[in-house]
């Protein structure tokens, strides 16, 4: 397992699907934060394209990626994924709060 102070993202990729299908897609967002950490965008991008396609565009995918890019100081991509999530479902507070947040972290 990786820790947030790692160089390397070596031995992530062979590891996202094990176990259940909840602690396979935990692993999945937590490797793309992993990517974010260490400055890799595209290769999160990529992962999170790839865990749209197999569970579904759903608002709260981009609520949980708008929240790991927020919370990695990426306010753009941030802001971009918690429109996703409204436009998807309007109704999701989540959304409107943590998208607010991120405009306040862009200032």
């Known amino acids: 397992m990786c820790c947030f102070t790692c160089k390397t993202t070596k031995g992530l990729e062979n590891n996202s699907s094990s176990g259940s299908s909840q602690s396979g897609f935990q ?7 992993v990517y974010l950490v260490l400055h890799q965008e595209k290769q999160a991008r990529t992962l999170f394209d790839e865990m ?19 919370l990695l100081d990426y306010p753009e991509q941030a802001v ?3 429109h996703k999530a409204m436009a998807k ?5 989540d959304a409107h709060y943590y998208l607010a947040l991120a405009y306040l972290a862009a200032r």
Do not use: K, V
């Open 52 to 70: 749209i396609a197999g569970l579904g565009d759903t608002s709260l995918l981009h609520i949980y990626f708008g929240r790991a890019y927020s």
């Open 89 to 93: 479902d309007g109704h999701a507070m």
């Open 27 to 33: 692993y999945r967002l937590f490797t793309g934060r």
């Open 80 to 82: 971009e994924e918690f």
